[in-house]
């Protein structure tokens, strides 16, 4: 049994706002799931999820951030345009000036980057082209089993992965990675391909996942292993 990546979800003091915002950003459509707002993705490419909560955030939310490609430096300008528009903001992360990249933060401090035309590393991947992580290349090789997604890059201790479909890729940067203070406000979240919740956990357990909680509603909370959690939703 293969879990799939259902979904990156979002801590956020407005959940609602925060999906509207990546809503224009994507050209996706906001659905209402269970309170929380929905950015379903096809084949390949990732949803997102934003959850209300009243966490306050520690430190940037840069351990998890994604890149948007660009077909030309006019579209690159036109995303960030339309980004500052919709309520974002530049971000100084110390990028240097010759660097193509734009760094942007989204209205609750999310950073995203705009990737220069020409990209080779996201040549044929959509709108989102990258998920880029803070992560041991351990955890990027856990993250390739448990998905059944193939490694697409692993060196220097920086790893890479891609649905077979194509799409979004998902990337770990590799030591040092950042201390961990506090529950993180992004995660993973994974629905069973064949419907088990029970055996998907104990599987993903195997793997090198450690249990955590379970929350009301029934969601199994595990921890990657880089300790950073994800769930396990049921039917």
């Given at each position: 049994m293969i879990s799939r990546l259902l979904t990156v979800t979002y801590d956020a003091h407005n959940a609602a706002g925060l999906a509207q915002f990546w809503a224009g950003m994507l050209g996706r459509q906001v659905v209402e799931d269970a309170g929380d707002a929905l950015l379903p993705g096809e084949d390949g490419q990732l949803s997102l999820r934003f959850v209300p909560s009243r966490a306050e955030q520690v430190g940037p939310n840069r351990r998890m951030h994604l890149h948007l490609t660009s077909a030309s430096h006019d579209d690159q300008q036109h995303t960030v345009a339309t980004a500052l528009r919709l309520g974002g903001s530049h971000l100084d992360v110390g990028q240097r000036p010759e660097e193509?990249?734009?760094?942007?933060?989204?209205?609750?401090?999310?950073?995203?980057?705009?990737?220069?035309?020409?990209?080779?590393?996201?040549?044929?991947?959509?709108?989102?082209?990258?998920?880029?992580?803070?992560?041991?290349?351990?955890?990027?090789?856990?993250?390739?089993?448990?998905?059944?997604?193939?490694?697409?890059?692993?060196?220097n201790q920086e790893t890479a992965i891609q649905s077979p479909h194509g799409g979004t890729k998902v990337a770990w940067g590799g030591p040092p990675v950042a201390p961990k203070e506090a529950r993180n406000p992004q995660r993973f979240d994974l629905a069973p391909a064949g419907g088990d919740q029970q055996a998907e956990v104990d599987r993903l357990v195997s793997l090198g996942a450690t249990r955590l909680e379970v929350d009301a509603d029934g969601t199994v909370v595990l921890a990657d292993p880089d300790g950073n959690e994800f769930c396990v939703r049921g039917n």
């Open positions: 193509g990249h734009i760094v942007l933060a989204d209205p609750e401090g999310n950073e995203f980057c705009v990737i220069e035309p020409g990209n080779a590393f996201l040549a044929g991947c959509c709108l989102l082209g990258e998920l880029a992580c803070d992560g041991t290349r351990e955890v990027g090789l856990f993250w390739s089993e448990a998905l059944g997604w193939p490694l697409v890059w692993d060196q």
